[in-house]
């Protein structure tokens, strides 16, 4: 149907109107887009903070550093504020996948926590580009029932051996174990079992772990970063090598289903990795205005306290100590003594034919070939 020229004009008169209405408003909009582990925040501190900012938060999750990579080297990912791992970060920095933090806008950097933060330099010298949002160590969580059941009272829980003795895991394969699918963090947590001189670069040292792991393979149920909390917390498994507070919050979703699920929680005697997940913005973060106001609310002490009580795990704010449940800041798991801290290690990048090697040998453990 074809109109006539005085109700064209009119009609365009009025999308024009139209379009002056819509447009600022939809430009008026502030968005960020997070990439972010899954089950690591607590909702209402997004909630809380698109109400106090304006900043409306698009959040999805992954649960591999792999995943986040692929994407953020691709470019053009469209997220503004990421959640590397230390070796992760630290290659993606050599990438030039980010931009240096605008400190002048990071008026609560005052909050870090200075052993944290020092620790952080090793991947990210200077802490230019990323700020610590959580940090945690990888080792053992059990079902200490159903363990002892199969092992016997008396039986030592505190030691690599644990899943690493093919006699043992074969007792356990029946109530289940599952192993994080990640080899940054898997191999430097073992290593120690094998001697303290041990490196994390030298593919001698790196082959005794994953030969002891190609070992027991056939008792572990499955291999996934994620999916061993619900299964802990079920009951539908008994052991997890995963990280500390993925295994307290099992703890605490078996408590609250009451389902008498008794998990606990354990860095081997021989020591484990010492890990740190940051917050970065990618270079061609397309709000990185806003992401700088995420960043700054989340290092107030109360929001960095409400995320810890959420997730169960140490956050790298200083200040927040005092505002975390008293339980979790006397849980060893969470918050290791000096002691133990002197046992941790920590495992930067892999060199490019290292990673490659480690990729397939990890490759091998995974499908058995």
Same mark, same amino acid.
């Given at each position: 149907?074809?109109?006539? +020229?005085?109700?064209?004009?009119? /009609?365009?008169?009025?999308?024009?109107?139209?379009?002056?209405?819509?447009?600022?408003?939809? +430009?008026?909009?502030? $968005?960020?887009?997070?990439?972010?582990?899954?089950?690591?925040?607590?909702?209402?501190?997004?909630?809380?903070?698109?109400?106090?900012?304006?900043?409306?938060?698009?959040?999805?999750?992954?649960?591999?550093?792999?995943?986040?990579?692929?994407?953020?080297?691709?470019?053009?990912?469209?997220?503004? $504020?990421?959640?590397?791992?230390?070796?992760? /970060?630290?290659?993606?920095?050599?990438?030039?996948?980010?931009?240096?933090?605008?400190?002048?806008?990071?008026?609560?950097?005052? !909050?870090?926590?200075?052993?944290? +933060?020092?620790? /952080?330099?090793?991947?990210?010298?200077?802490?230019?580009?990323?700020?610590?949002?959580?940090?945690?160590?990888?080792?053992?969580?059990?079902? +200490?029932?159903?363990?002892?059941?199969?092992?016997?009272?008396?039986?030592?829980? !505190?030691?690599?051996?644990?899943?690493?003795?093919?006699?043992?895991? #074969?007792?356990?394969?029946?109530?289940?174990?599952?192993?994080?699918?990640?080899?940054?963090?898997?191999?430097?947590?073992?290593?120690?079992?094998?001697?303290?001189?041990?490196?994390?670069?030298? %593919?001698?040292? =790196?082959?005794?772990?994953?030969?002891?792991?190609?070992?027991?393979?056939?008792?572990?149920?499955?291999?996934?970063?994620?999916?061993?909390?619900? &299964?802990?917390?079920?009951?539908?498994?008994?052991?997890? $090598?995963?990280?500390?507070?993925?295994?307290?919050?099992?703890?605490?979703?078996?408590?609250?289903?009451? #389902?008498? $699920?008794?998990?606990?929680?354990?860095?081997?005697?021989?020591?484990?990795?010492? %890990?740190?997940?940051?917050?970065?913005?990618?270079?061609?973060?397309?709000?990185?205005?806003?992401?700088?106001?995420?960043?700054?609310?989340?290092?107030?002490?109360?929001?960095?306290? @409400?995320?810890?009580?959420?997730?169960?795990?140490?956050?790298?704010?200083?200040?927040?100590?005092? /505002?975390?449940?008293?339980?979790?800041? &006397?849980?060893?798991? =969470?918050?290791?003594?000096?002691?133990?801290?002197?046992?941790?290690?920590?495992?930067? @990048?892999?060199?490019? #034919?290292?990673?490659?090697?480690?990729?397939?040998? %990890?490759?091998?453990?995974?499908?058995?070939?």
């Amino acid at each position: 149907m074809r109109w006539p +020229a005085l109700g064209r004009a009119c /009609l365009a008169a009025l999308a024009v109107s139209v379009l002056a209405l819509g447009g600022p408003a939809r +430009a008026a909009e502030r $968005v960020i887009n997070i990439y972010n582990w899954s089950d690591y925040i607590d909702p209402k501190v997004l909630d809380d903070f698109t109400k106090e900012t304006g900043i409306k938060v698009v959040y999805d999750t992954y649960d591999s550093n792999e995943v986040l990579e692929t994407k953020l080297l691709a470019g053009k990912s469209g997220y503004d $504020v990421v959640a590397p791992s230390g070796p992760f /970060l630290q290659r993606l920095i050599k990438a030039g996948v980010f931009q240096p933090l605008d400190k002048s806008k990071l008026s609560n950097l005052t !909050n870090v926590w200075p052993d944290i +933060a020092a620790r /952080l330099q090793a991947y990210d010298p200077g802490n230019v580009y990323a700020v610590d949002y959580m940090w945690g160590t990888t080792g053992i969580g059990f079902n +200490a029932g159903m363990v002892r059941e199969r092992l016997g009272a008396d039986a030592a829980l !505190n030691s690599w051996s644990l899943v690493l003795n093919p006699s043992t895991m #074969n007792k356990l394969k029946e109530c289940g174990v599952m192993m994080i699918d990640s080899p940054e963090d898997l191999i430097p947590s073992i290593l120690p079992f094998f001697g303290p001189k041990m490196d994390p670069k030298r %593919w001698d040292d =790196i082959t005794k772990v994953t030969d002891a792991l190609y070992k027991v393979r056939g008792s572990v149920r499955k291999f996934h970063s994620s999916e061993y909390i619900n &299964a802990l917390a079920n009951g539908d498994i008994c052991v997890a $090598v995963g990280y500390s507070g993925d295994v307290l919050q099992a703890r605490k979703r078996a408590e609250e289903a009451k #389902n008498d $699920v008794k998990i606990e929680y354990v860095i081997p005697k021989e020591g484990a990795e010492m %890990w740190f997940d940051t917050f970065a913005i990618p270079k061609d973060a397309p709000h990185a205005a806003d992401a700088h106001v995420f960043l700054n609310y989340m290092l107030r002490p109360e929001v960095a306290a @409400a995320n810890t009580n959420f997730v169960s795990y140490a956050s790298g704010n200083l200040p927040a100590k005092k /505002l975390v449940k008293p339980e979790i800041l &006397a849980n060893p798991g =969470i918050y290791p003594d000096d002691t133990t801290l002197q046992r941790l290690v920590v495992n930067t @990048a892999w060199p490019d #034919n290292t990673q490659r090697f480690v990729t397939r040998l %990890w490759t091998r453990i995974r499908t058995g070939r």
